[in-house]
């Protein structure tokens, strides 16, 4: 009799207890499958965001350089450039030669610097280097800067780094580089490249005055900045 009253008495409490105790179990399943569900998402939108601030930061970080481009281009200016353009990329930019244009004295293949000044010439400009002076003296004297107040054209062979105290191999030297030299146009230097072609690298300096139109006076001007 009393089991039966005390079982009685404290029905209540115990199915409300159990009740509270699935109510809670259930919640804590639903939490867990909440959290579960919506992690994965979470560490994939983390992710995502950490790659798009990354490549940010590289583009960020990615060298720009401002270029002056004058002369005889489509559309001189200063042009906002990648760092590893060279000074045909920026002729590009700048619209494409124009017709009376010459890059014989240029060397396009060249790395572009900030700051840098471009300058390309003209056909009658180019022939007026010729016929004032020898080639090297006139290619200097426009390519280097003379002053505070003149311009520098870093875009020339023989400015700074690939000036004439560098001496050039007959054997694998461009047309660009053969025609910095003195009394060295664009006929002989082709002479040059063409006997390289047909017989082979030169052997010694003297080996190029085998070229047809160069004698000893030509050489002499020439041995001390030449190598093979």
Not at 59 to 83: C, F, L, N, W
Not at 96 to 109: D, R
Not at 125 to 142: C, G, R
Request: net charge negative.
């Amino acid at each position: 009799m009393i089991q039966i009253t005390f079982h009685y008495r404290y029905r209540k409490q115990i199915i409300l207890g159990l009740l509270s105790l699935i109510f809670i179990t259930l919640l804590t399943i639903l939490c867990l499958n909440y959290f579960s569900k919506n992690s994965k998402p979470k560490k994939e939108t983390i992710i995502k965001e950490l790659k798009e601030e990354s490549v940010e930061k590289e583009e960020k970080e990615e060298d720009i350089y401002k270029v002056d481009i004058k002369g005889q281009v489509i559309s001189p200016g200063i042009y906002t450039m990648p760092a590893t353009s060279r000074v045909i990329d920026v002729i590009e930019k700048a619209g494409g030669l124009a017709e009376n244009a010459n890059t014989t004295v240029l060397n396009l293949s060249k790395k572009i610097t900030d700051e840098m000044v471009i300058i390309v010439y003209s056909n009658e400009e180019v022939a007026n280097f010729s016929k004032t002076k020898e080639l090297e003296n006139i290619v200097q004297e426009k390519c280097e800067q003379k002053d505070s107040t003149s311009l520098k054209n870093d875009a020339c062979i023989c400015s700074t780094s690939d000036s004439l105290t560098s001496l050039i191999s007959l054997n694998t030297a461009t047309l660009e580089e053969l025609i910095t030299l003195p009394g060295i146009g664009e006929a002989k230097a082709k002479d040059i490249i063409d006997y390289r072609s047909a017989n082979g690298n030169f052997q010694t300096i003297e080996d190029i005055k085998n070229v047809p139109g160069i004698g000893e006076s030509l050489f002499a001007k020439i041995k001390d900045y030449i190598t093979i």
